[in-house]
């Protein structure tokens, strides 16, 4: 954000405009304002009020993060609050999220933030990650690094190839939806990552999904797990903390992985933490 502070807000709205792939004239009838005033608030020929800052973040589905920049630079003070997840005003947040994590189990869940650190996980994801590198364990732990590190889960994942490409994907569409820095940094570095050739890392699923979904194939010493996931996010937060977190839970894909899980473990023990908020 350090970059959109020297910004003036009409380039900030023209930058997020384009970012959309809206013109102006799509902009401004989403908005319901004529172009021509879209046009002045871009150029700076007129200031917008903070009530048209916060509609035209809203037409353009900018962060709360970056709408607090689009405030600031507009000159006005930002809106919305960024709290730990521990803090007593997010207590309710916090135990669904536990709720959600804990009732998945025998399943692997966790939550996430925006820049895909380890919030919480259930019992259920530790044990996984027995073979990764301590290193890559220390606080603040990033998952998709510790997926995709040739010290951390790749050399486990079946399906490697699959599997990059589509966390790849997904963190491009990411950084396309919201101009991080943080993200573009993580995605060049996970892109410079070796991938070797085997058949641990070339082997096919040997199921056909139709094209509806993209599995990781995980070999354990219990036989391969297959998982599909999802992605849960809190419906319209006004907390920035509760806007950037995100829920994955993984759902066995076939009977096997689900047998295997259901021996392994119990629902007896409370979640673990990981990394900071």
Same mark, same amino acid.
């Given at each position: 954000?350090?970059?959109?502070?020297?910004?003036?807000?009409?380039?900030?709205?023209?930058?997020?405009?384009?970012?959309?792939?809206?013109?102006q004239l799509?902009?401004?009838?989403?908005?319901?304002?004529?172009s021509?005033h879209?046009?002045?608030?871009?150029?700076?020929?007129?200031?917008?009020?903070?009530?048209?800052?916060?509609?035209?973040a809203?037409?353009?589905?900018?962060?709360?993060?970056?709408?607090?920049?689009?405030?600031?630079?507009?000159?006005?003070a930002?809106?919305?609050?960024e709290?730990?997840?521990?803090?007593?005003?997010?207590?309710?947040a916090?135990?669904?999220?536990?709720?959600v994590?804990?009732?998945?189990?025998?399943?692997?869940?966790?939550?996430?933030?925006?820049?895909?650190?380890l919030?919480?996980?259930?019992?259920?994801?530790?044990? &996984? %990650? #027995?073979d990764?590198?301590?290193? *890559?364990? !220390?606080?603040?732990?990033? +998952? $998709?690094?510790?997926? @995709?590190?040739p010290?951390?889960?790749?050399?486990?994942?079946?399906?490697?190839?699959?599997?990059?490409?589509? &966390? %790849? #994907?997904?963190?491009?569409?990411? *950084?396309? !939806?919201?101009?991080?820095? +943080? $993200?573009?940094?993580? @995605?060049?570095?996970l892109?410079?990552?070796?991938?070797?050739?085997?058949?641990?890392?070339?082997r096919?699923?040997?199921?056909?999904?139709?094209?509806?979904?993209?599995?990781?194939?995980?070999?354990?010493?219990?036989?391969?797990?297959?998982?599909?996931?999802?992605?849960?996010?809190?419906g319209?937060?006004v907390?920035?903390?509760?806007?950037?977190?995100?829920?994955?839970?993984?759902?066995?894909?076939?009977?096997?992985?689900?047998?295997?899980?259901?021996?392994?473990?119990?629902?007896?023990?409370?979640?673990?933490?990981k990394?900071?908020?």
């Amino acid at each position: 954000m350090s970059n959109t502070q020297t910004q003036s807000v009409g380039n900030l709205l023209r930058d997020w405009r384009r970012r959309r792939r809206l013109s102006q004239l799509d902009l401004a009838c989403e908005a319901e304002i004529s172009s021509r005033h879209l046009s002045f608030l871009e150029t700076g020929r007129a200031q917008p009020s903070r009530e048209m800052v916060l509609h035209l973040a809203e037409q353009l589905d900018i962060p709360l993060r970056e709408r607090n920049a689009l405030l600031m630079a507009a000159g006005f003070a930002p809106v919305f609050r960024e709290r730990s997840l521990e803090d007593p005003t997010l207590q309710a947040a916090r135990r669904a999220t536990d709720l959600v994590l804990a009732g998945h189990e025998p399943y692997p869940a966790l939550a996430i933030d925006r820049h895909w650190t380890l919030v919480t996980a259930n019992r259920v994801v530790q044990p &996984l %990650l #027995a073979d990764v590198d301590p290193s *890559l364990l !220390a606080p603040p732990l990033n +998952v $998709l690094r510790i997926s @995709l590190h040739p010290q951390g889960l790749a050399p486990r994942i079946v399906n490697l190839a699959e599997w990059r490409a589509h &966390l %790849l #994907a997904r963190l491009r569409r990411q *950084l396309d !939806a919201t101009a991080d820095p +943080v $993200l573009a940094d993580l @995605l060049n570095e996970l892109s410079s990552y070796p991938i070797k050739s085997g058949a641990s890392y070339d082997r096919q699923t040997g199921t056909d999904y139709a094209g509806v979904l993209v599995p990781l194939q995980m070999a354990t010493e219990f036989g391969t797990l297959s998982f599909f996931s999802t992605t849960t996010v809190f419906g319209t937060p006004v907390d920035i903390t509760l806007s950037e977190l995100a829920l994955e839970s993984f759902f066995p894909a076939d009977d096997a992985t689900s047998e295997i899980l259901n021996r392994m473990f119990k629902r007896d023990e409370p979640p673990i933490e990981k990394g900071s908020d």
